[in-house]
Every structure is written in structure tokens, then in C-alpha cells.
């Protein structure tokens, strides 16, 4: 992720993601990426990857995951709702 921003591109001008493996040091900054573009424009990146890349969603993005709680606050409280609108977004947010 530090790369990628330092390179000049956004995290929401990514549409791929291949993960060769599964190895922290290859996907630490993974649900930053995914949580960031996300966060910037509603942009889902397509992502590639052995097989437990379903359960490590599920378990970082799904609804009982651990970012369930801040996807609840940026979708559910007005608050997030007008930074979103003020992005150009329309509520309820993806
Ligand atoms: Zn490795």
C-alpha cells in the first residue's frame, strides 16, 4: 500500500488484485487497500487468490468481521452519510 501511494495511484484506480500467497508480508496492508477504495469512490477491487482468501473476506470484511464495526459507522451514521454525499456519493452507500 506504501508502493502503490507512492507511485501516484489511488487505491481506487485498482481493479485487481492477484495474491501469489498468503503470507503476511504479501497482504498485511490487504483490507487497507480493499477498506480505502472502498472508502473513496464505493470501488470493490476484484481479487485473486488460493482458496482461504474466501474466509480471510469473511473474516476481515464479512458482517461479523473485524471491520464490521467501522463499515456500520461509515454506512449508518449521518455523520459518515455527509462526508460520503459531499464526495458526490448517494446514500445508502454500497
Ligand atoms: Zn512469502
Redesign the pocket.
Known amino acids: 500500500m506504501s508502493r502503490l501511494l507512492e507511485a501516484g495511484v489511488a487505491p481506487d484506480e485498482v481493479d485487481t488484485l492477484i495474491l501469489s500467497?498468503l503470507?503476511s508480508?504479501?497482504m498485511i496492508d490487504y483490507a487497507r487497500l480493499i477498506h480505502a477504495a472502498w472508502d473513496m469512490s464505493g470501488k470493490r477491487i476484484r481479487v485473486l487468490g488460493p482458496a482461504p482468501i474466501a474466509e480471510i473476506n469473511e473474516r476481515l470484511f464479512g458482517s461479523a468481521g473485524a471491520l464490521a464495526f467501522d463499515w456500520a459507522a461509515r454506512t449508518d451514521y449521518e455523520p459518515s452519510q455527509e462526508v460520503w454525499r459531499g464526495r458526490g456519493g448517494s446514500v445508502p452507500r454500497p
Do not use: E, G, S, T
Request: hydrophobic letters at 0%; proline letters at 0%.
Open positions: 500467497h503470507h508480508d504479501h
